[in-house]
């Protein structure tokens, strides 16, 4: 089977599984106790009232006619107003996902390579005192709770020696340094929480090929141990490496809520948070399909990732 | 091979040990060996003997888990015991060279030939890059490989395996070593490519006058290749002398014993003139998917007979015994067992339908569980078919230990990993017959197993089946076994059946020309074997006979 043919085949699975979340999340949303009319016009509202604002947001209607309307939107990028401030949905999300991103990318390009460089290096020196010690710290920083982790960070970088700005507060006309300097602080905490994983896996997939004939053939062959290591173990290892990169990229965007109020930051996150407290229903619904079509398309690019790193897929006999 | 130079290799009391059982031991006691230039000397041994051990200490390299702990391996000069490991590496590659058992594995999967075999010479700057993939296609071509411009730019999983051990031998020779060791370099290979591997690494190791340690169970192929021949036995030397003289008059019991395994040979049974067949098939096809794998076989297999399937690898061989079993349905013809037809899958055969077909498989270590004991993988069938339970499945499984020459009193409480090969193969026989069958399919039980053992599990199913009156089917690519054993012999081809008859007249001219060539390939002790068939076969037609 060809590669196109794989890819499309994978993303043809991805839209039917965003289609079976659409449900799940639709369904969750209703099984959430109380009355959204109550919630929103308050304790004072009468049976009038309460009635007429359930008309006006289709609430009257039964739950799969509301669902195919609202997914029928969703599809046009149309998820309807928020209940808050009666503004549209994709607005609301629109800047928070924007800023959720960029601190999802900005810690992604400091962790996956710093991730992948240590875990090739601890191979290299496996069952040294470098590997252990490289081993506890990652262990250590992966095991603490992010917002621990988020006030030291600000505890050394910020109060006592005030380098970085302790609060991530970002407008639109900052320029870009001005915005990785803002934002570094959260991106850090991020990748402290993200790196261990990648490492070990990492390490793993390569010394899992070290029992390899074709790796005694490469030492037999006189290349010196980095060689072996990056050259003949690591090409083989990419598949296990790249579905964990995956799974912590989508983390990044959707894992980092307690990171964002630590530092203030105005992300999606929080943003969800908020729209559940406050049964902002069609922010949550717009919140959750797009975590998931996040995770689905990571998933999706790390299947395509390993597809491309596998010379047998590549190239068929 | 005449023109030996100056010495090249001094091994002295080379002593390695192996960690295990959190303790070290010794595994090769002290063995001496020296290697002149352009001389090649064949080693020999069961598996445990040492071989590979010795070969790869040759080079300054012990496994993970071993270590050279005492004697002395002088390379030209350089004392590789002692010279720092930096030193060492830096031989490998460039002045000693390694040819492994299975160049399929062996070859990294993610990267092209031609980029293998240009990374030493680069790496020790004895050739640039572009001048090393020229060399790369020349030698590509002196061993013979199709399209040798071309071949190099494939990935190893495109390329087959007899052709990947001809091009891990070019990438031996990419630097010009002094010496290379070749590990078993054609035991996972059939007996038509064998021919081509053997001639070519014969051709090129004489045109550049390397040195070489030829490593191997087979005494017929190292009698081929070897100028000098030396024979081990668990880690210890047995003798050592010339090719010629070794082979007429070998001198310790142990090499006289090794000469003669393939004596074994029982006599031809003569199909009952009348009965019903035990297994009868008839017009088989079948496919794996898309590719027709399987094309028309019919054969019938009588009780009390063994009936040998013999073809090379990809034949249909164990598709048309996975077709029996069920496990593969086939896509048309039909399976009658003793007279009754056999639904296609097994999951719609009765159980009494399963009990009777059973097998015994080529790897004993996969087909044990290594966490069940052996009593309880034997019982298992005991109880599920036979419906025995407590004492008498006990009493069962010790019977059948007894059968299969085990003492049930050590044996019955032990784990697979505890267990010799052979005495792995035993158990796998023991699980067969526990089930009482009436007929069993052997796939390539012996080929993983020393010519010795290997002779103790024919001489066993030999007697199992005289006493249980068992019909077998043999499946095997190993012409000697099919001597020893058969009363059958049905030959296959590319999922054809090509000839079929009694052994007695299979064996004997004339034959189907791709009988003639499976037959004509099996190594024979005399030295002059190979190039006699080369000239028969003219030299350059090797490829084509082999693989038309």
Known sequence: MDVARIVLMRLGLGLVT???????IFGAVELLPGDIAQSVLGQGATEETLAALRTELGLDRPAPVRYLSWLAGAVVGDFGVSLLNQSPVAEVIGTRFANTLFLATYAAIIAVPVAILLGVIVALFRNTIFDRVANIATLTSISSPEFFLGYILILYFSVKTGWFPSIAKVSDGMSFFELLERT???????VLVVVAHMMRMTRAAIINLLASPYIEMARLKGAPGWKVITLHALPNAWAPIINVVALNLAYLVTGVVLVEVVFVYPGIGQLLVDAVTKR???????CCLIFAATFILLNLAADIGSILTNPRLRHPK | MANKGNLLLEIEDLRIEAYADEKWFEIVHGVDLTLRRGEVMGLIGESGAGKSTIGLAAMGFARDGCRISGGSVEFDGLELTTTSEADRRRLRGSRIAYVAQSAAASFNPAHKLIDQHTESPVHYRIRKRMESQEDAMELYQRLRLPTPREIGFRYPHQVSGGQLQRAMTAMAMSCRPDMIIFDEPTTALDVTT????????????????TAAIYITHDLAVVAQMADVIKVLLKGDEVEE???????KNPKEDYTKSLWAVRSFQRSQKQRPGDGVPVVEVANLDASYGPVKVLDDISFDIHAGMTVAVVGESGS???TAARCITGLLPPTGGTIRFKGQELPPSYLNRSKDQLRQAQMIYQMADTALNPKIRIGNIIGRP?????GLKGTNLKNRVDELLDMIELDPSKFYARYPPEL???????????????????FIICDEVTSALDQLVAEGILKLLDRLQKDLDLAYMFITHDLATVRSIADEVVVMKQGKVVEQGPKDVMFKPPHHPYTDLLLSSVPEMDPNWLSTLLEERGVDNIGEAASS
């Open chain 1, 18 to 24: 965003l289609l079976v979340i659409s449900a799940l």
């Open chain 1, 184 to 190: 570094f602080l959260p991106a850090l905490t991020m």
């Open chain 1, 280 to 286: 902002d229903f069609p922010v949550v619904q717009a």
């Open chain 2, 194 to 209: 064998q021919i081509e591997v053997l001639a070519a690494i014969r051709d090129i190791v004489n045109q550049f006058n």
């Open chain 2, 241 to 247: 002398a010339d090719t010629e003289s070794m082979l």
């Open chain 2, 316 to 318: 249909g061989k164990s």
């Open chain 2, 382 to 386: 005991a109880e599920f078919y036979g």
């Open chain 2, 420 to 438: 010799s090969g052979g005495q792995k193969q035993r158990v796998g026989i023991a699980r067969a017959l526990a089930a009482d069958p009436t």
